[in-house]
């Protein structure tokens, strides 16, 4: 359970004091920005926030370094593998009526529409296929809300539930641990199933598979702290402004409406506040894609060291790529090759295997000592781009790769010195 994931950590933040869930939420999470903070009253529910703000803090719990993160994701998501069917869970101890208003769900900022879920993942079953997603909802009343859909998997499952006049019933989870949470944020191929992702990452990092139970027919992971039964209708309203990972805010769009129905928690339950443009944002939307580039690059560069979404970049659009070089030009490939496995990226830096990709000077030392602006720059002008980046226009943007790997006809004069 949560609870027991946040006393794991020495650097958890505690807040005693009554917070209020519009804005006070917010301030602390500003404030301590890469640790955990547990709000023991936001008007009578205990809240938490920033638990996944660290790269090291995700590969300590789950057995690993920063370097064995991105094998263990990458691992997962081509190996997904069956989870365990289970007969109780514990959120199953607490069955309510829905009342939207009465949660602690956070107004973030200012110009938000209205109060929103934002770590919440939504599970759907068509079929045999059961898809996990994020989904913001902004809510309207007491038991319902307006849902974020991008045309992905969970958009074509609604489509289609609409198209044969039906609602789309589904299962809204808050509150996961982080093999949970990182797989519902993966792109993979429709059909294959984002539970079968955090049950290989359990397997790997705990040694079991991930432990579902059935909820009226769809499958929930046990350790889900709020379990919501619902329903995804045709009725269409308005969604946003709202803060996206850039920290500037998404426009205003028509979006469906969600009918929250019946609701699940565990004793002394914990919500999940989710940051919008935080660290923990970063993460969990960024970590998935490492995995993505890490693959595009290997198909043509066989020796790559290291993938890694920056912080400065919010995660989403700049990147940095280590290589091995066998030839000359492939910088420039693996340049390429990134911007393919993750259409979003704005910029790659390709370094290297001397140079430590999560250390911002030692990559900015490669640019100022291995790179020249004449011959290792690469710009792709008018390319389909990220539509969270503001500088972008009708989803066109620049993107621009800079090759900071050494000559190999003269390596020895790029080398760091050194004691031996």
């Known amino acids: 359970m ?39 009253d936001v008007e009578g529910w205990e809240v938490a926030g920033n638990i996944w703000s660290t790269r090291d803090r995700i590969a300590k719990f789950l057995n690993t370094d920063k370097k064995g993160l991105l094998e263990l994701l990458a691992y997962s998501m081509e190996n997904p593998s069956k989870y365990e069917i289970v007969d109780d869970a514990e959120f199953l101890r607490n069955e309510n009526e829905v009342n939207l208003l009465d949660l602690p769900v956070p107004k ?65 989870i808050v509150g996961n641990p982080i093999h949970v949470l990182l797989a519902g944020a993966t792109s993979v191929a429709y059909g294959i199933s984002e539970l079968e992702i955090a049950s290989t990452i359990s397997r790997r990092a705990f040694g079991r598979p991930l432990e579902v139970v059935d909820v009226n027919g769809i499958p929930v992971p046990v350790e889900s702290e709020f379990v919501f039964e619902a329903k995804i209708t045709d009725e269409m309203v308005d969604e946003g402004p709202f803060v996206d990972i850039t920290g500037t805010y998404d426009i205003v769009r028509k979006q469906p409406v969600v009918v929250f129905e019946k609701m699940y928690h565990v004793d002394n339950p914990i919500f999940h506040a989710l940051l919008p443009g935080g660290y923990e944002h970063y993460m969990l939307m960024g970590l998935p894609k490492e995995p993505q580039i890490y693959a595009s690059v290997k198909r043509v560069v066989p020796k790559v060291h290291g993938v890694r979404l920056t ?20 910088g420039k490939n693996a340049i390429l090759a990134a911007f393919a496995g993750h259409p979003s990226l704005k910029r790659v830096i390709v370094v290297d295997e001397d140079v430590d990709i999560y250390d911002d000077r030692e990559v900015e030392w490669a640019v100022a000592t291995r790179f020249q602006p004449d011959k290792d720059l690469v710009i792709i002008p008018n390319a389909r781009g990220s539509s969270l980046d503001p500088s972008g226009k009708d989803g066109l943007t620049a993107k621009w790769g800079i090759d900071a790997t050494k000559s190999l006809d003269r390596k020895e004069e790029f080398e760091k010195a050194k004691l031996e």
């Open 311 to 330: 912080e400065g970049g919010c995660m989403w659009l700049h990147a940095v790529v280590s290589i091995t070089k066998q030839h000359e030009g492939d």
């Open 2 to 40: 949560l609870r027991e994931i946040i006393e794991k950590f020495d650097d958890t933040v505690i807040v005693d004091k009554p917070v209020k869930k519009e804005y006070e939420i917010t301030k602390y999470l500003l404030k301590y920005k890469d640790r955990p903070v547990l709000f023991k």
């Open 108 to 172: 973030f900022y200012p110009k938000d529409g209205g109060r929103y879920f934002t770590s919440a993942i939504v599970v759907a079953k068509r079929g045999d296929f059961v898809n996990l997603s994020f989904h913001r909802m902004m809510i309207l009343d007491e038991n319902k809300a307006a849902i974020r859909i991008v045309p992905r998997h969970l958009y074509a499952m609604w489509k289609e539930s609409v198209e044969s006049g039906e609602e789309l019933e589904v299962r809204i």
